[in-house]
Each structure stands twice: as C-alpha cells, then as structure tokens.
C-alpha cells in the first residue's frame, strides 16, 4: 500500500527504539532537550498488513489532549524537497495527521492526512506531490490516497488537485485541515502563502465514524521508508535538524470558522517521538515551530 500506511503494525517495534531527542553534534547548540514522547495511538498514521520488508521511519510531534469538545482541525507551513534519486520502495515526505478513535478497537480508528511526498510506488515516479488521504476504519477496506475512490470531493475552482505535482522553486506548503462549522465537513486549504490559502476540497462527515464531530489526535512532522536491509532514504532535506533545516512552521490549532490559534501551553503539552534517532531526529518546539530530519541509512 503506501504512505497513509505509515505506520503502525510494526509501530510497536519502532516504539521501543523510541527516545527522547538526543543532540546531534551537527545541531545548533541552543536546542538543548524537548520532552520525551509520551504516547501516539497505534492506528493514527496508518498500518501495513501486507509490507514487511518495508520499514517505516518517523519524526513527529502530536497533540493529544483535546479540549472536551475535541480538536477541530490543524494547519502548519511545510518545507519541501525533491529526491530524484528516490528508489521504488522508498518514500519521504511531511504531513499533518488528525485522527478520532479510542486505540481499542482498530476498526474505530479514524484519520485525514495531508501534505508533501516522494513515493515512486505511489505515483511511479520521483517528483514531488501534493497528497491527501482518508481511512474510516483503521486501513482496512475504507479510504486512498487523492482522488482514487469515493470519498474526498475536490473543488472546482481548486489550484491545484490531490497528487498534482509541486515545485520545489516554488517554496514551502501552508495545508490546512479544518471541520467547517458551516457544513460539518472536513475541509482542506493549500497555499504557497499562509496568507493567500484556497479550498482543495473536502472528506463528507457521513464517510466517518468517530471523525464525525471531532478528532482526539494531531500530528506534524516528516517520515521515510525504506526496505528492510537497505539503506534508509534522508527524511526532511537530509540534513540533522539546525539552522537552515528542515522545518514544519506555523503550527496552529484551527477552530470550525477556519482560523487558526496557538494553545498557550505548548510545547509542554506536546509529545514528541522519533522512531530511529541514529538516523533522523528532532528538535525541541518553540514558536510554533520545530527541525527536523536526517540523512537516513538506517537497515532496521
């Protein structure tokens, strides 16, 4: 399957390797340390039943206590980068994730997912896309990525389609994930200005179950796959997390009417897990923003 199937069978071996981040040496000195990661479901960013050999690596951090109403969506500013020499069997990229479900049942597991990748098995080729993807039962018959089932409806008007290509030149990504208080849908807005965002289009409330209302988690950060015994690819630009860096920027919460707000009491009450730091890593939050990434070569 793919990128939305980042995750989480196999999640439970990565979660072992899991730590708090450790300063690289090539890192800006300031960093110091962020808080260890605490807890992220199992299900929330995907599970891949039929890819063994292919091992998955994350760098992220994520909101998980919501307000008693819930969360109601998330934006955030994403670098991007080209990998041309990207392998099939290998991907990289960077999202947003907000997803609904109590982490007992798999099947409740709700999730939305939108942002940048590198996947030949995707797309059958190296260039940079634009994604969003859906499940409604924990990746097991509902959901795809872009427009390759019924589910996500595109606008129109929209500037640009689910899988379109994006230029590197053209600068970072604003996305933006929100339940319209207007419609109760899941809506999503693109930008190369987080000023100047417009609607992509939208996930019905009806194709969820416990997205319907509200979601309980949200994740930002960047991933990379690879195969089992091979070098892993570079996640973020391939550098150590620093100065001049990967980032994702602008992390705001967004409320039903669309706007966007910063809770006051991040980053402590933020998690933060990176799967191998021997090979990626991230650093601590601040202004709404944090580094991330690593030139990979991990094997397992």
């Given at each position: 399957?793919?990128?939305?199937?980042?995750?989480?069978?196999?999640?439970?071996?990565?979660?072992?390797?899991?730590?708090?981040?450790?300063?690289?040496?090539?890192?800006?000195?300031?960093?110091?340390?962020?808080?260890?990661?605490?807890?992220?479901?199992?299900?929330?960013?995907?599970?891949?039943?039929?890819?063994?050999?292919?091992?998955?690596?994350?760098?992220?951090?994520?909101?998980?206590?919501?307000?008693?109403?819930?969360?109601?969506?998330?934006?955030?500013?994403?670098?991007?980068?080209?990998?041309?020499?990207?392998?099939?069997?290998?991907?990289?990229?960077?999202?947003?994730?907000?997803?609904?479900?109590?982490?007992?049942?798999?099947?409740?597991?709700?999730?939305?997912?939108?942002?940048?990748?590198?996947?030949?098995?995707?797309?059958?080729?190296?260039?940079?896309?634009?994604?969003?993807?859906?499940?409604?039962?924990?990746?097991?018959?509902?959901?795809?990525?872009?427009?390759?089932?019924?589910?996500?409806?595109?606008?129109?008007?929209?500037?640009i389609t689910p899988g379109d290509t994006l230029d590197?030149?053209?600068?970072?990504?604003?996305?933006?994930?929100?339940?319209?208080?207007?419609?109760?849908?899941?809506?999503?807005?693109?930008?190369?200005?987080?000023?100047?965002?417009?609607?992509?289009?939208?996930?019905?409330?009806?194709?969820?179950?416990?997205?319907?209302?509200?979601?309980?988690?949200?994740?930002?950060?960047?991933?990379?796959?690879?195969?089992?015994?091979?070098?892993?690819?570079?996640?973020?630009?391939?550098?150590?997390?620093?100065?001049?860096?990967?980032?994702?920027?602008?992390?705001?919460?967004?409320?039903?009417?669309?706007?966007?707000?910063?809770?006051?009491?991040?980053?402590?009450?933020?998690?933060?897990?990176?799967?191998?730091?021997?090979?990626?890593?991230?650093?601590?939050?601040?202004?709404?923003?944090?580094?991330?990434?690593?030139?990979?070569?991990?094997?397992?």
């Amino acid at each position: 399957m793919s990128l939305a199937q980042l995750a989480f069978v196999g999640f439970l071996n990565l979660l072992a390797k899991a730590s708090s981040y450790q300063l690289h040496p090539n890192t800006i000195p300031q960093f110091g340390r962020s808080s260890s990661f605490k807890h992220i479901d199992q299900k929330t960013v995907g599970a891949v039943k039929h890819e063994p050999e292919r091992l998955r690596y994350y760098t992220i951090y994520q909101a998980s206590t919501p307000p008693k109403s819930g969360y109601t969506g998330s934006m955030a500013t994403l670098d991007i980068y080209s990998f041309p020499n990207m392998k099939n069997n290998e991907a990289t990229g960077s999202l947003i994730w907000i997803s609904n479900g109590n982490g007992d049942d798999p099947a409740d597991i709700n999730d939305i997912q939108a942002g940048w990748t590198v996947d030949p098995n995707i797309y059958g080729d190296t260039n940079i896309h634009f994604f969003v993807y859906w499940t409604a039962d924990g990746y097991r018959s509902t959901g795809c990525f872009d427009l390759n089932c019924d589910g996500f409806v595109p606008v129109n008007t929209a500037h640009i389609t689910p899988g379109d290509t994006l230029d590197p030149a053209g600068g970072p990504i604003t996305v933006k994930i929100f339940k319209s208080k207007d419609d109760e849908d899941w809506w999503v807005y693109f930008g190369r200005d987080m000023t100047n965002l417009n609607p992509v289009g939208f996930w019905p409330k009806s194709i969820f179950t416990t997205l319907v209302d509200s979601a309980n988690h949200v994740t930002w950060g960047g991933y990379a796959i690879g195969l089992r015994g091979n070098p892993s690819p570079p996640m973020g630009d391939g550098q150590w997390p620093g100065t001049g860096s990967a980032t994702v920027q602008n992390i705001q919460l967004v409320n039903t009417d669309g706007q966007g707000y910063s809770e006051p009491v991040w980053p402590v009450a933020l998690d933060v897990f990176t799967s191998n730091t021997k090979c990626y890593q991230a650093s601590p939050f601040a202004n709404n923003m944090f580094y991330y990434g690593g030139p990979g070569g991990c094997t397992k």
